[in-house]
C-alpha cells in the first residue's frame, strides 16, 4: 500500500498538469462571458484555450502509449479506452440535448441533421467527418481518436518505438502541406455526388469499427489488418476531411502528440536523450514555423498568440516533469482526477448561464469576480458528481474486463504465466518493451494510466 501511494505521488504531477490545463479551457471559454478586461489583456500575446489544449496533447503523448504498452494487447487497450471515454461522452450529450430542449443550451444545428449527428459522434470523430462538436470542446476527441488508431496500428506491426521519426514527420508535414491540406473536402465531395453526409459517416465508422474489431482479436495478421484500415481511414479524415480549426492542425497536433511520446522513451531509457532533446527542439520549431507561415494572413495578435501556445505549452510540460519528484498538492492532483469531466460539462454550464438574461447586466468588475468563481463552483461540484459517479465506476470495470481478457489469453497461450500475479505484470511490460519499474509504476495510478490522457 506504501509503494502505491509513493507511486500516485509520483505521477500526480500529470495529474496536476491536466487540471491546470483544464482550468485554462474553462477561463478561455468563461472569459467571454465574464471577467472580458482581464481577458482582452492576457490574450494580446496569448490564447488560454489554444495553449491548455496543447499541453492536453503533450499529455496524451506522453502516457497513452505507455498504457498500451504495459497492457501488451490492443484488445485491452481499447476496451480501457472505451470504458474511459464513452460513458461520460454519452452523459455529456445527453445533457446537451436536455440543456436544448429546456432552451438552456443548443447542439450546435445537430437538430437539423440527427442521424448524420449521431452517426460522427458514434466514435468521437464529430470534427473530422464535419458534424457538430457537441458539446464545442468535443473537436479534441476527434484527434485523440486517431492518435488512439495509430498507436494500435503501429504496435500491431511492432514499429511504436520509432516516435522521432514521427514526430518529425508530422511536424514537417505541418510546414510542407499545412497550408494547402483541404477542409471538408470528402464532406463537400459526397454532398456534391449526392451521397451526404450520412453516407460519409456511415462508411468512416464502417470501415474504423471493422478495423478495431479485426484488431482486437489478437492475432497477428487479422490485427494488422484491421489496425492498418482503422488507422489510415483516421489518417484520411485528420488530413483531407477537418471541421476545425486549421488545415494545418490535424499534423501539428499528432506531431505533438508523438512529441509526448518522445519525452516518455528517453525518461524510460528508450531513447537518447540528447537525440530526443534535438528533436523536440526541431518539432517546436516547425509547428511553430507552420503556424506562422500558413497563417500569415491573420493579424499579428494572432500569430502571437500561435507561438507563444505552442512553445509555453512545451515549457509549461518541461518545467511540471522536472519538479515531478516535488510533493505535489493534494487539490491540483484532485483537479487532475475530475478534469475530463471539467472539460466536458463547463461548456453546458456555461450555455446555462448565457440563457437566464437576467444575469447579463452589466456588473462591475468584484462582481464579475464572485460570478465567475461561483460558476467555476459549480462546474467543478458537477464534475465531482460526475467523476465519481460516473467515470470511476466505469474505469474500474474497464480494468477489470480488459485485465480478466488478457489474463486469459496469455494463460492460454503460455502455462508460465499462471504463477505470480507480479511476475505476470513484469513479464507482460518486458514484452511490450516497458520496463518492469515502468509498468509498476504506471498502472498503480488509475488517475492517469486509466485516464484519458490529453483531453482531461
Same mark, same amino acid.
Given at each position: 500500500?506504501?509503494?502505491?501511494?509513493?507511486?500516485?505521488?509520483?505521477?500526480?504531477?500529470?495529474? =496536476? @498538469?491536466?487540471?491546470?490545463?483544464? @482550468?485554462?479551457?474553462? /477561463?478561455?471559454?468563461g472569459?467571454? @462571458?465574464?471577467?472580458?478586461?482581464?481577458?482582452?489583456?492576457?490574450?494580446?500575446?496569448?490564447?488560454?484555450?489554444?495553449?491548455?489544449?496543447?499541453?492536453?496533447?503533450?499529455?496524451?503523448?506522453?502516457?497513452?502509449? =505507455?498504457? %498500451?504498452?504495459?497492457k501488451?494487447?490492443?484488445? =485491452?487497450?481499447?476496451?480501457?479506452?472505451?470504458?474511459?471515454?464513452y460513458?461520460?461522452?454519452?452523459?455529456?450529450?445527453?445533457?446537451?440535448?436536455?440543456?436544448?430542449?429546456?432552451?438552456?443550451?443548443?447542439?450546435?444545428?445537430?437538430q437539423?441533421?440527427?442521424a448524420?449527428?449521431? /452517426?460522427?459522434?458514434?466514435?468521437?470523430?464529430?470534427?473530422?467527418?464535419?458534424?457538430?462538436?457537441?458539446?464545442?470542446?468535443?473537436?479534441?476527441? +476527434?484527434?485523440?481518436?486517431?492518435? *488512439?488508431? @495509430?498507436?494500435? =496500428?503501429? /504496435?500491431?506491426?511492432?514499429?511504436?518505438?520509432?516516435?522521432?521519426?514521427?514526430?518529425?514527420?508530422?511536424?514537417?508535414?505541418?510546414?510542407?502541406?499545412g497550408?494547402?491540406?483541404?477542409?471538408?473536402?470528402l464532406?463537400?465531395?459526397?454532398?456534391?455526388y449526392?451521397?451526404?453526409?450520412?453516407a460519409l459517416d456511415?462508411?468512416?465508422?464502417?470501415?474504423?469499427?471493422?478495423?478495431?474489431?479485426?484488431a482486437?482479436?489478437?492475432?497477428?495478421?487479422?490485427? &494488422?489488418?484491421?489496425?492498418?484500415?482503422?488507422?489510415?481511414?483516421?489518417?484520411?479524415l485528420?488530413?483531407?476531411?477537418?471541421?476545425?480549426?486549421?488545415?494545418?492542425?490535424?499534423?501539428?497536433?499528432?506531431?505533438?502528440?508523438?512529441?509526448?511520446?518522445v519525452? *516518455?522513451?528517453a525518461?524510460?531509457?528508450?531513447? +537518447?536523450?540528447?537525440?530526443?532533446?534535438?528533436?523536440?527542439?526541431?518539432?517546436?520549431?516547425?509547428?511553430t514555423?507552420?503556424?506562422?507561415?500558413?497563417?500569415?494572413? *491573420?493579424?499579428?495578435?494572432?500569430?502571437?498568440?500561435?507561438?507563444?501556445?505552442? %512553445?509555453?505549452?512545451?515549457?509549461?510540460?518541461?518545467?511540471?516533469?522536472a519538479?515531478?519528484?516535488?510533493?505535489?498538492?493534494?487539490?491540483?492532483?484532485?483537479?487532475g482526477?475530475i478534469s475530463?469531466?471539467?472539460?466536458?460539462?463547463?461548456?453546458?454550464?456555461?450555455?446555462?448561464?448565457?440563457?437566464?438574461?437576467?444575469?447579463?447586466?452589466?456588473?462591475?468588475?468584484?462582481?464579475?469576480?464572485a460570478?465567475?468563481?461561483?460558476?467555476?463552483?459549480?462546474?467543478?461540484?458537477?464534475?465531482?458528481?460526475?467523476?465519481?459517479?460516473?467515470?470511476?465506476?466505469?474505469?474500474?470495470?474497464?480494468? &477489470?474486463?480488459?485485465?480478466?481478457?488478457?489474463?486469459?489469453?496469455?494463460?492460454?497461450?503460455?502455462?508460465? *504465466?499462471?504463477?505470480?500475479?507480479?511476475?505476470?505484470?513484469?513479464?507482460?511490460?518486458?514484452?511490450?518493451?516497458? +520496463?518492469v519499474?515502468?509498468?509498476?509504476?504506471?498502472?498503480?495510478?488509475?488517475?492517469?494510466?486509466?485516464?484519458?490522457?490529453?483531453?482531461?
Amino acid at each position: 500500500m506504501a509503494a502505491t501511494a509513493r507511486t500516485a505521488d509520483r505521477l500526480a504531477w500529470l495529474d =496536476a @498538469l491536466r487540471g491546470f490545463a483544464a @482550468l485554462c479551457v474553462v /477561463f478561455d471559454h468563461g472569459s467571454s @462571458l465574464l471577467l472580458t478586461p482581464v481577458r482582452d489583456l492576457l490574450y494580446r500575446g496569448l490564447n488560454l484555450g489554444q495553449y491548455g489544449v496543447f499541453v492536453f496533447f503533450l499529455v496524451s503523448g506522453y502516457i497513452v502509449p =505507455a498504457t %498500451l504498452e504495459r497492457k501488451g494487447s490492443v484488445r =485491452a487497450f481499447w476496451t480501457s479506452r472505451a470504458f474511459r471515454l464513452y460513458p461520460l461522452y454519452a452523459v455529456a450529450l445527453v445533457l446537451a440535448v436536455i440543456g436544448f430542449l429546456t432552451r438552456h443550451g443548443n447542439i450546435a444545428g445537430a437538430q437539423r441533421e440527427p442521424a448524420t449527428s449521431v /452517426f460522427s459522434w458514434l466514435l468521437m470523430l464529430p470534427n473530422l467527418l464535419t458534424g457538430p462538436n457537441v458539446p464545442n470542446v468535443t473537436w479534441t476527441l +476527434s484527434y485523440e481518436m486517431v492518435f *488512439y488508431l @495509430l498507436l494500435a =496500428a503501429l /504496435f500491431s506491426w511492432n514499429i511504436h518505438t520509432y516516435s522521432r521519426g514521427y514526430a518529425l514527420s508530422f511536424a514537417t508535414a505541418a510546414v510542407l502541406i499545412g497550408g494547402i491540406l483541404p477542409m471538408a473536402a470528402l464532406t463537400r465531395w459526397a454532398g456534391h455526388y449526392g451521397h451526404g453526409w450520412l453516407a460519409l459517416d456511415t462508411i468512416a465508422d464502417a470501415l474504423i469499427i471493422a478495423g478495431i474489431a479485426l484488431a482486437v482479436t489478437d492475432k497477428r495478421r487479422p490485427a &494488422r489488418i484491421g489496425a492498418s484500415v482503422a488507422a489510415l481511414t483516421g489518417l484520411v479524415l485528420v488530413t483531407v476531411n477537418q471541421g476545425y480549426p486549421y488545415a494545418w492542425s490535424g499534423c501539428v497536433i499528432l506531431a505533438l502528440m508523438f512529441t509526448g511520446t518522445v519525452i *516518455y522513451r528517453a525518461e524510460q531509457g528508450q531513447a +537518447s536523450k540528447a537525440a530526443a532533446a534535438a528533436t523536440v527542439a526541431v518539432v517546436l520549431a516547425l509547428t511553430t514555423f507552420a503556424g506562422l507561415w500558413h497563417g500569415r494572413h *491573420y493579424h499579428a495578435q494572432w500569430q502571437y498568440q500561435w507561438a507563444s501556445s505552442v %512553445l509555453l505549452a512545451a515549457a509549461t510540460f518541461g518545467i511540471a516533469m522536472a519538479a515531478r519528484n516535488r510533493k505535489i498538492p493534494r487539490a491540483a492532483a484532485w483537479l487532475g482526477l475530475i478534469s475530463y469531466s471539467v472539460y466536458l460539462l463547463h461548456p453546458l454550464v456555461f450555455n446555462a448561464y448565457r440563457s437566464i438574461h437576467a444575469l447579463h447586466r452589466r456588473h462591475p468588475m468584484p462582481a464579475q469576480v464572485a460570478l465567475f468563481a461561483a460558476i467555476l463552483a459549480v462546474i467543478i461540484a458537477a464534475s465531482a458528481v460526475t467523476y465519481y459517479l460516473v467515470e470511476k465506476p466505469m474505469q474500474r470495470l474497464g480494468r &477489470r474486463v480488459a485485465g480478466r481478457r488478457v489474463a486469459g489469453r496469455q494463460v492460454a497461450s503460455s502455462p508460465s *504465466y499462471a504463477t505470480g500475479a507480479g511476475s505476470r505484470a513484469g513479464e507482460r511490460a518486458d514484452a511490450a518493451g516497458v +520496463s518492469v519499474a515502468t509498468a509498476r509504476s504506471t498502472s498503480s495510478s488509475s488517475a492517469v494510466a486509466g485516464g484519458s490522457g490529453g483531453s482531461p
